[in-house]
């Protein structure tokens, strides 16, 4: 069994991780302002002995506006540029630290896509990019957490560049296959023994959740019929020791699928591939269209932190394809677009294959308080803020909360028209509020403010007392917020019982002492406040 601090540790590492590279969740600079990214290209080989990566990275540009000065790319410390060329012409460049500053003419015309080439190599950054071993085979694998691209090749590492497709060019050592985003359009066998597999993504992505995985996969294929009626090709990439044990893992996955298309709508990469690839490191990641998942998950012998088990992360991957790939967060600002609704669609995977009772004992599990700091991370924060508890289980918290408020009907009409009226696009916090304020028709400022970009928990005390009277019963109810901080403005649900009866209704707490009438057929015996857990509170 995992213990809740084995699982502390585990996030703790994890957080760690984002230190290595950025010091701070950061904002576009504004020498990239005006600046649009078509399309990545990456032609990467690995050397497993050395353990060193060497590649050509290649981004095709455009500016809104006149381009020049200098451009600033993303790169590791540890990797070195050794040229730099913009439309096949030599360019000048320097390093400062991560950095790779690179001239620009004059006066680059608006509009007009230039490729800028960066022939590289040297040592990726082994956090996220792994070397292991598999017997004698090498097992490689990238680890697309935020601000990770830079690691392991030269690129723009935020989010707000998403291009409109990639291509990845993968030369594998002898007895790999090499696995990416999007479709395999094909593979050259080199006079070495090496491969080279072609892959293409035709869909908008952005660095971080661009991968490779390199290793001796047995591929599962399987296909899904979306309830569009088109079938969409399931690709499963698993060590040959683990293969009954993964297809038994993934058996799931087609209604998964058919769940979350129900819920968000259609699967955005159906003309591409949903993948599952084995790696060799205990953790997992939405990277698109081919999540990676750890050998010990899928063996039952490492932890899932706060998801507890293999189901549930795969079903939290699967919802990043909307949520994070699909929708992509204009800044890690908004991480928890990503990560909490990611992490409340496993709740509702949940609710649909168990009904009411599933679904809150799994949000019941994601109560890991007490939460410090706010949902929203603010652009000068550490980056290390970025992936806690808060971002996924008291962002997941904030929009069961939501969906109290606005009622079922209208939140997933909200869900829904989110995920497709963004889809390919860049979203922020405003963008998932406008949304719900229109189905909702109020204002949901009150809330946003209180659970997104405010801070805590209410911790409530209630107290009440029968009121004299001849003619009804009645009694006056007390609910106290006692917690330090705001006060919060909520519609909490009362439940009471009088003489065998029950009943209920709600009650909105818009001060610290809230104060109201009860009128029950009997004399009050018993008052429950937030009988269904809807409020995330003490």
């Not at 410390?77 to 991560?98: M, N, Q």
């Not at 479709?183 to 660095?207: A, K, N, V």
């Not at 009694?475 to 439940?495: A, E, H, K, R, Y």
Request: hydrophobic share 40%.
């Amino acid at each position: 069994m995992i213990t809740r601090r084995a699982g502390i540790v585990g996030l703790l590492l994890f957080i760690c991780l984002l230190t290595c590279l950025r010091a701070a969740v950061g904002a576009q600079t504004a020498a990239q302002q005006g600046l649009r990214i078509e399309h990545y290209g990456l032609q990467v080989s690995f050397d497993p002995v050395a353990q060193t990566v060497s590649g050509v990275s290649a981004l095709t540009l455009s500016w809104q506006s006149a381009g020049a000065g200098r451009i600033s790319l993303d790169m590791a410390d540890s990797l070195s540029a050794h040229s730099v060329e913009l439309d096949g012409k030599p360019a000048a460049y320097v390093r400062r630290g991560a950095k790779l500053l690179v001239t620009l003419p004059p006066a680059l015309p608006a509009g007009r896509e230039h490729v800028l080439r960066v022939s590289y190599g040297g040592s990726p950054n082994p956090h996220y990019l792994h070397f292991h071993t598999l017997g004698s085979e090498p097992a490689i694998a990238s680890y697309g957490l935020p601000f990770s691209a830079m690691g392991w090749w030269p690129t723009l590492d935020e989010p707000a560049f998403k291009a409109a497709g990639a291509d990845v060019i993968i030369t594998a050592p002898k007895g790999t296959t090499a696995v990416s985003n999007g479709t395999l359009i094909g593979t050259e066998p080199l006079s070495d023994g090496r491969r080279r597999f072609h892959w293409r993504e035709r869909s908008p992505i952005y660095p971080d959740v661009i991968s490779v995985a390199i290793g001796p996969y047995d591929i599962i294929d399987a296909r899904y019929r979306s309830e569009s009626g088109r079938r969409i090709p399931l690709h499963y990439y698993v060590y040959p020791a683990d293969k009954a044990r993964a297809e038994a893992e993934f058996a799931a996955v087609p209604d998964m699928l058919r769940s979350f298309e129900s819920l968000f709508g259609p699967y955005p990469f159906a003309r591409e591939k949903y993948g599952i690839v084995e790696v060799p490191f205990p953790s997992f990641r939405e990277h698109q269209t081919a999540p990676s998942l750890g050998r010990g998950l899928i063996l039952g012998n490492a932890e899932a932190w706060d998801l507890h088990e293999v189901g549930n992360v795969i079903a939290h991957d699967m919802a990043h394809q909307w949520f994070g790939n699909s929708l992509t967060p204009r800044r890690w600002s908004d991480v928890w677009l990503n990560e909490a609704f990611a992490n409340y669609a496993v709740a509702l995977w949940h609710e649909r294959q168990g009904g009411e009772v599933a679904y809150r004992r799994f949000m019941h599990t994601l109560d890991t308080g007490p939460f410090p700091g706010s949902v929203y991370i603010a652009p000068d924060h550490p980056a290390g803020e970025l992936l806690t508890y808060v971002t996924f289980n008291k962002g997941a918290w904030v929009l069961h909360m939501l969906r109290h408020v606005m009622g079922d009907r209208r939140f997933f009409a909200a869900l829904h028209e989110y995920a497709q009226a963004n889809a390919g696009g860049l979203v922020d916090t405003g963008t998932w509020r406008a949304v719900c304020e229109h189905a909702y028709g109020q204002s949901l400022g009150w809330f946003f403010a209180e659970w997104v970009y405010g801070e805590g928990r209410p911790a409530l005390r209630t107290s009440w007392s029968a009121i004299s009277r001849s003619d009804v019963f009645q009694s006056q109810v007390i609910i106290g917020q006692t917690q330090g901080g705001q006060v919060f403005t909520m519609p909490v649900d009362v439940g009471w019982t009088a003489a065998g009866r029950s009943g209920r209704q709600t009650v909105w707490l818009r001060q610290r002492r809230q104060e109201f009438t009860l009128t029950t057929p009997a004399p009050l015996s018993s008052v429950v406040v937030d009988p269904d857990h809807w409020l995330l509170r003490n």
